[in-house]
């Protein structure tokens, strides 16, 4: 079975940075054409889940929301089978509980969809002065 496992979440003041890892088990980022594409997401109170970011394990290729390019970078370790979102310049509203997902990614010229298949269980990022 594919898992995967979500942490370094905290609490950060504004215009600080985290460094979230997803560890992913159960596939390998070197054999890529069996690994499924990893994905961020976020989901704060009261509000749906939205999409961050993704890595095509394919190719390494990064694929961003428009309003999360600039202070949000994706990037993977092949030799940890991990995969990072790096946040920098937090704000309040960044605070939520972040998921990373491993599914089946599709793009069409600059667009893109990551279609979940398996999930990691979140990790809490808070903004408070």
């Known amino acids: 079975d594919v898992q995967l496992q979500a942490s370094g979440g905290g609490l950060v003041q504004p215009g600080g940075s985290l460094k979230l890892s997803c560890t992913v088990s159960?596939?390998?980022?070197?054999?890529?054409?069996?690994?499924?594409?990893i994905g961020w997401f976020r989901q704060a109170p009261g509000k749906e889940r939205e999409r961050i970011s993704c890595?095509?394990?394919?190719?390494?290729?990064?694929y961003y929301e428009d309003s999360m390019k600039g202070r949000f970078t994706i990037s993977r370790v092949v030799a940890n089978n991990t995969v990072y979102l790096e946040i920098n310049g937090l704000k309040f509203e960044d605070a939520a509980v972040y998921y990373c997902?491993?599914?089946?990614?599709?793009?069409?010229?600059?667009?893109?969809?990551?279609?979940?298949?398996?999930w990691g269980q979140g990790t809490q990022v808070t903004v408070s002065s």
């Open positions: 997902a491993a599914g089946t990614l599709s793009t069409f010229s600059s667009s893109w969809y990551l279609r979940p298949m398996y």
């Open positions: 159960g596939f390998t980022f070197d054999a890529p054409f069996d690994a499924p594409t």
């Open positions: 890595i095509n394990n394919l190719d390494g290729k990064t």
